[in-house]
């Protein structure tokens, strides 16, 4: 197609490359390993497991934090705060924390007969970077995932990566290149992508189970995925990068042990359903090209359940597909943004303290206001990275 090899994480991401991730010895290094392994012997350092934070407590009068509550074996345990309570339980929890103790958007709160300490728009602003999940391709070679194949002792992909950490098996999730293209001009690489094109070695098809963490219904499934189970397929997903539409996170009871409700609303936006339908258009003739075709790579037709009034490849059978089969890649964010002290959609300020609080602050994904474009596993990552230095500053230590 004509498309530069590009380091995406460079200067330009217009382009296409193989998949980066945080990886040591060909595995996956979560933020717990990098940062919490290597210092748990720190006598300043007290990690409660299998614990959950129910409330934070505070004293309105003073507008500050005074500790948490949280509940561990079924016991209610209060924790003090000699300076500061940070939460950085992600752009879900992180709202619903604030809600049920007493921040956020007033009139939802008195639903729930919340004491409201703060009105502010907690939880509104969520972003998320969504997909189609109905392109897939079958190739005529053997060079898809099945994963009861792969995962056979005699694979020699499985040895190499037991012994070597090397080769097929390092790959993140079975994706292993991307493609970021602006699809209102694809060639530009001075533009904002709008479209992320993820290519995978392995889809639904590859095993029976891989659907159901996607939300994929047994109906859909056996419907649409099953005829083509356990052949050798491959992917691509076409990702909304910089989506227009907003959702929130709403409360479905005071008690922190209900999980709240998300309302998406991915799609919502006229100009995200055009901009994903370039996407989904651009993703076919990738697989039409001359390297594609070396493995006889032809796109599964089938037409998607509930879509059939739709005539196939018009824009508005695409639109209904895509409100159909939604994947989310769980890179939920904006929920707690961060803006200035006039800013009526803000909960935080750049210190990234709760508006109209001492010491309270969030300091995770929930803050963005703006998602990035990008995979948000590094970014935030890097609000961790600032975050620490912001308040060791305000406390009057040197980064």
């Known amino acids: 197609m004509g498309f530069p090899p590009v380091d995406y994480n460079g200067e330009k991401q217009t382009g296409f490359s193989y998949m980066q991730a945080t990886q040591v010895n060909g595995e996956r290094m979560s933020s717990n390993r990098a940062y919490l392994h290597p210092i748990r ?17 505070i004293d309105k009068d003073i507008k500050t934090a005074t500790g948490i509550e949280f509940i561990k074996n079924n016991k209610k345990i209060q924790v003090k705060a000699k300076k500061e309570v940070i939460l950085s339980a992600g752009a879900i ?4 924390l604030l809600m049920v103790s007493g921040i956020g958007p007033a009139d939802h709160l008195k639903n729930f007969k ?4 703060a009105d502010l728009p907690v939880g509104e602003n969520m972003m998320d970077h969504v997909a189609y999940g109905g392109l897939y391709f079958v190739v005529n070679t053997t060079d898809g995932i099945v994963v009861p194949e792969y995962l056979l002792p005699t694979n020699p992909s499985l040895q190499q990566f037991l ?10 999730g079975g994706i292993e290149g991307l493609g970021y293209v602006n699809v209102d001009d694809p060639r ?14 392995v889809s639904f098809l590859a095993d029976y189970l891989i659907h159901v963490p996607f939300g994929v219904t047994e109906k859909l499934f056996s419907q649409f995925y099953a005829p083509d189970l356990y052949k050798h397929t491959w992917i691509i997903w076409p990702l909304l990068m910089k989506p227009k539409s907003r959702g929130k996170i709403l409360l479905k009871s005071s008690d922190m042990k209900v999980q709240p409700r998300l309302l998406g609303n991915y799609f919502d936006d006229p100009e995200d359903v055009r901009v994903s339908i370039k996407g989904i258009r651009m993703a076919i003739e990738v697989s039409k090209t001359q390297a594609m075709q070396k493995y006889g790579s032809k796109l599964v037709e089938r037409l998607v359940p509930g879509c059939e009034s739709h005539k196939y490849d018009t ?20 929920t707690c943004k961060m803006g200035k002290k006039n800013d009526k959609t803000a909960v935080v300020d750049t210190r990234l303290k709760i508006l109209g609080f001492n010491n309270l602050r969030v300091v995770d994904a929930s803050i963005m206001p703006e998602i990035v474009t990008a995979h948000i596993n590094v970014p935030t990552i890097a609000i961790g990275e600032k975050g620490a230095d912001i308040i060791k500053a305000d406390h009057g230590y040197s980064s």
Not at 50 to 57: D, E, G, Q
Not at 93 to 96: D, M, N
Not at 188 to 201: H, K, Q, R, W, Y
């Open 41 to 57: 012997g720190r006598k300043n350092l007290v990690l409660s497991m299998n614990s959950l934070a129910t409330k934070v407590i």
């Open 93 to 96: 929890a992180s709202p619903q």
């Open 114 to 117: 919340i004491d409201i300490l």
């Open 163 to 172: 012994t070597k950490r090397t080769g097929e098996f390092t790959t993140a």
């Open 188 to 201: 530009a690489d001075n533009l904002v992508p709008t479209i992320e094109l993820m290519f995978g070695s």
């Open 315 to 334: 824009d508005d059978y695409w639109e209904c597909a895509l409100k159909t089969i939604t994947i989310t890649l769980w890179h939920h964010s904006g």
